[in-house]
C-alpha cells in the first residue's frame, strides 16, 4: 500500500475522512457509551440549572411584587391621613359641636373690635380697647377679612424702622453655612429680609412673567417643607440663584420640616440680591392658619421666644403678598395647586391678593360684607389648593376639604385658551418625586423628599431649557444618603411600613371608642368577636380612612382558632400598650382630638404667647355661646370656669391644663 492508501484506509487508529466537495475532512465518530452518559447527565444538570433559575426569578418576581404591595399599602396610609388632615383642618368640628363655628366666632369677634378701632380712629378718639396698647393688639391673627393691609399697618406688622438688610450673595453663602451647623438665624436679620421682601413682593404682578432667552434655562423647585437638606442638594446640582441661573419656588416652603424659618431667609435672601431672577409662588401652606396646625408657628415660637409674636405677624403679612402664579417663556403656567374650569386668569391677575392673609379665612368668610368676592376668592382657592384627576369633569376635592379635582377635558380647554403648552404644579407627594398626568400636559414636582418617613419618597425637581420647553429636564434625589446607602430594599420598606402603621395605630387609638361601638354593633351573636369583614367595615367607617383593611390586618389584628377577631380584649391590651406607638408629648398619647384642641388654643391665645389668659378664655366662652345663640354667660360664670381650667392656679391656662379640662368633661 502507498502513503495515500495507508492516509485513507483508517488503518493504525488513524482518523477516518470522507471527501465533501473535493475536500478531505475528519468523519464525526460515534460516541462511546461512556461518553454518553457524559453528555446525558450535562444535558439533565443545564435542565436542573435552568429550572433552578427559573424558580429563583418567579420567587424574585413574587418578592418585588409583594415588596411593592406592602410599600404602596404603606404609601396609601400616609397620603389617606394626609388628606383626611387637610380636609379636617379646613371644616373642623367634634368640639363644642362645631369647632369651625368657634373659630368664625373668635375671628369675628376681633374683626368686630378692629372695625370699633377704625372708626373710632377715622373720628379723631384715642379707641384703646382694655387698656392694651394698638402695637400689642396688632396680634399674630390679621383678620383676613380687612382690606388690603393699609400703610400704617406695616409699620406694626414689620416693627419698623428696621435697618437696611444690606443682604449680599456672599451674606447668603454664609448664612447657608450657618443654617447647615444648626445656627439659627439672628431676629434683626429675619426681620429685616422679611420687611425687604415684603415691600418687593408689592412690586410683582399675580401673575409673574419670565424667559429663558439669556438666562437659557430655569429650575423649578416644589413643595420643600422645611426641609433644608432638599434645597441644598438642589443647589449643589444645580448652582445657587444668580442673575443667569433663575429659581421658580413653587409654594409650600414652611410646615412640617424643622426649618422653615432657614429655608425662608434664604429663599426671600436671594430674591432681594436677584429680584429678577427668584420667583416665589404661593402655596396652601402660606397661611397663618395653616402654620398653626402644621407646625410653622410652633418652630417660630421654638427659636424666637417671646419675639416669636412679631415676626410671624411679618410672615402673615408676607405670605399675604406672595403672587400666585408664574410663566415660563409664555408656555408653561407654573402654580402650586391648579386650576379648574371656572379658572379665569384675567380675574386671577387683576384681584387684590393682599386680601387674602389666610386664604381658608376668606373661604370660610363669603357671606360677610367686608369678606373678598366669592368669585374671586374661588379663583385663588383653586389656583393652590386643587388637585388633578383622571376622569373628565371639575368636582369638589372631597379628599382635602379645599379646592377641586379637574380633568384632562379642563387641561385640555386650558391650556388652549390660553395658549400654554403645560401646566406644572406641586401639592402632591409622588413616590418618585414627581408624576405626570393628562396626557404629559400635566407635572407634578414634589422637592421634599422622605416627606412622610425615611424612605417614603424621592423628591424633584424640573429644570426647563430654552427652546427645549416641551422636553423638561425631571432630576430626582433623595437628601439622605441613609436611605439608599445602609439599607436594601426590603429593610426600607420595612421601616417604610412600621412609619405608616405607628400613625395608623394613633388614628385607631384617637377613635378607640367610637371602634368599641361599632365592633359590638356588628357582633350580633354578641360572643364578643367580629369577622375580618366586619373589621375591616368598621374601620373604615369609623376612621374615614379609604384603606386596604384586609392587606393590614396581619400587622393590626390577630385572629382565632374561628378566623375571628376578638375586639374586647384587643382594645384592652391596645389601651395599654398605645404609648409605645407614639413619640409625641403626653397628651398626645392620653387624649383624642389632640390636633383640633391645639389648633382651637392658638385660636383663642390672642397675643401669641403659648399661654390663654383667664380674660382671653373669657371672650372665648362668651363669643362662641353669643355666635350659636345659646344663653349668655356672665362674666362671673365665665371667670370661673377660667379659674377652674387653670389648674395650677398661676393665671394662665396652659396647653396641657386645657387638654386635661377637656378629657375631665368629656370623662
Not at 407627594?429 to 407635572?443: A, F, M, P
Not at 394662665?652 to 386645657?658: A, G, K, R
Request: net charge neutral; proline share 3%.
Amino acid at each position: 500500500m502507498g502513503k495515500g492508501a495507508g492516509k485513507g484506509g483508517g488503518c493504525g487508529g488513524s482518523k477516518p475522512v470522507k471527501s465533501v466537495n473535493g475536500k478531505v475532512v475528519p468523519e464525526e465518530r460515534a460516541p462511546t457509551k461512556g461518553e454518553g452518559n457524559k453528555k446525558g447527565r450535562k444535558a439533565s444538570m443545564d435542565g436542573l440549572e435552568l429550572r433552578a433559575a427559573m424558580l429563583i426569578q418567579r420567587w424574585f418576581r413574587r418578592h418585588k411584587a409583594n415588596l411593592a404591595l406592602r410599600a404602596k399599602c404603606s404609601w396609601q396610609v400616609f397620603t389617606r391621613m394626609e388628606f383626611q388632615s387637610e380636609q379636617e383642618q379646613t371644616g373642623l368640628s367634634d368640639f363644642f359641636s362645631d369647632l369651625g363655628q368657634l373659630k368664625e366666632a373668635l375671628e369675628r369677634e376681633r374683626s368686630e373690635l378692629n372695625a370699633k378701632e377704625r372708626k373710632a380712629r377715622k373720628s379723631g378718639e384715642n379707641f384703646n380697647h382694655s387698656g392694651t396698647s394698638i402695637k400689642k393688639r396688632v396680634g399674630h391673627n390679621i383678620d383676613a377679612a380687612e382690606s388690603v393691609i393699609s400703610a400704617e399697618t406695616e409699620d406694626l406688622l414689620f416693627d419698623r424702622p428696621n435697618k437696611p438688610s444690606n443682604i449680599t450673595a456672599q451674606i447668603l453663602k454664609d448664612l447657608i453655612r450657618g443654617c447647615q451647623d444648626d445656627q439659627i438665624v439672628s431676629c434683626e436679620l429675619l426681620m429685616c429680609i422679611l420687611d425687604e421682601a415684603f415691600q418687593t413682593q408689592k412690586t410683582y404682578p399675580n401673575i409673574r412673567k419670565m424667559g429663558t432667552d439669556v438666562c437659557r434655562k430655569v429650575t423649578v423647585v416644589g413643595d420643600l417643607h422645611g426641609q433644608f437638606s432638599d434645597l441644598i442638594l438642589i443647589f449643589k446640582r444645580e448652582g445657587i440663584p444668580s442673575a443667569t441661573n433663575p429659581y421658580v419656588f413653587n409654594g409650600d416652603i414652611v410646615d412640617r420640616g424643622h426649618k422653615s424659618v432657614e429655608l425662608c431667609a434664604v429663599i426671600l435672601g436671594f430674591q432681594l440680591v436677584y429680584p429678577h431672577s427668584v420667583f416665589i409662588n404661593r402655596g396652601n401652606h402660606e397661611d397663618y392658619l395653616m402654620n398653626k396646625r402644621y407646625g410653622f408657628e410652633q418652630e417660630v415660637q421654638t427659636k424666637y421666644g417671646t419675639k416669636a409674636s412679631k415676626l410671624l405677624r411679618a410672615f402673615g403679612a408676607l405670605f399675604s403678598a406672595l403672587p400666585f402664579c408664574t410663566v415660563i417663556d409664555g408656555s408653561v403656567f407654573v402654580v402650586h395647586g391648579g386650576i379648574s374650569d371656572d379658572t379665569d386668569l384675567e380675574i386671577l391677575e387683576h384681584l387684590q391678593r393682599q386680601h387674602y392673609v389666610s386664604i381658608l379665612r376668606a373661604a370660610k368668610a363669603s357671606g360677610d360684607d367686608m369678606a373678598p368676592d366669592p368669585a374671586e376668592t374661588a379663583q385663588v382657592v383653586n389656583a393652590v389648593w386643587s388637585d388633578p384627576g383622571t376622569e373628565n369633569g371639575c368636582i369638589k376635592n372631597q379628599q382635602r376639604g379645599g379646592g377641586c379635582v379637574w380633568g384632562p377635558d379642563i387641561t385640555e380647554e386650558f391650556l388652549k385658551r390660553y395658549d400654554f403648552g403645560m401646566i406644572v404644579r406641586s401639592h402632591e407627594c409622588c413616590q418618585e418625586g414627581h408624576r405626570w398626568s393628562h396626557n404629559k400636559k400635566v407635572l407634578t414636582v414634589f422637592s421634599s423628599s422622605n416627606y412622610y418617613a425615611p424612605g417614603s419618597n424621592r423628591g424633584s425637581y424640573v429644570v426647563f431649557r430654552y427652546r427645549e420647553l416641551d422636553r423638561p429636564k425631571i432630576m430626582t434625589f433623595d437628601s439622605d444618603p441613609h436611605t439608599e446607602v445602609a439599607h436594601s430594599v426590603t429593610e426600607q420598606v420595612g421601616a417604610l411600613e412600621k412609619a405608616a402603621m405607628k400613625e395608623l395605630l394613633e388614628k385607631v387609638y384617637e377613635k378607640k371608642d367610637e371602634l368599641l361601638a361599632s365592633f359590638r354593633a356588628a357582633d350580633t351573636k354578641k360572643i364578643g368577636a367580629i369577622t375580618v369583614n366586619q373589621w375591616a367595615e368598621s374601620m373604615e367607617s369609623v376612621t374615614k380612612l379609604n384603606l386596604p383593611w384586609h392587606l393590614l390586618k396581619e400587622d393590626m389584628i390577630k385572629l382565632n382558632e374561628d378566623h375571628l377577631f376578638e375586639y374586647q380584649s384587643y382594645l384592652q391590651e391596645f389601651s395599654v400598650e398605645a404609648g409605645k406607638f407614639t413619640g409625641l408629648g403626653v397628651a398626645d398619647k392620653l387624649y383624642k382630638n389632640v390636633g383640633a384642641l391645639e389648633y382651637i388654643f392658638k385660636l383663642i391665645d390672642v397675643d401669641n404667647s403659648g399661654q390663654v389668659s383667664h380674660k382671653e378664655f373669657v371672650v372665648a366662652c362668651k363669643t362662641l355661646n353669643r355666635y350659636l345663640g345659646m344663653d349668655v354667660v356672665e362674666d362671673d360664670a365665665a371667670y370661673q370656669m377660667a379659674r377652674a381650667v387653670d389648674i395650677d392656679k398661676n393665671g394662665f391656662i396652659e396647653f396641657n391644663e386645657f387638654v386635661e379640662s377637656f378629657r375631665l368633661v368629656r370623662s
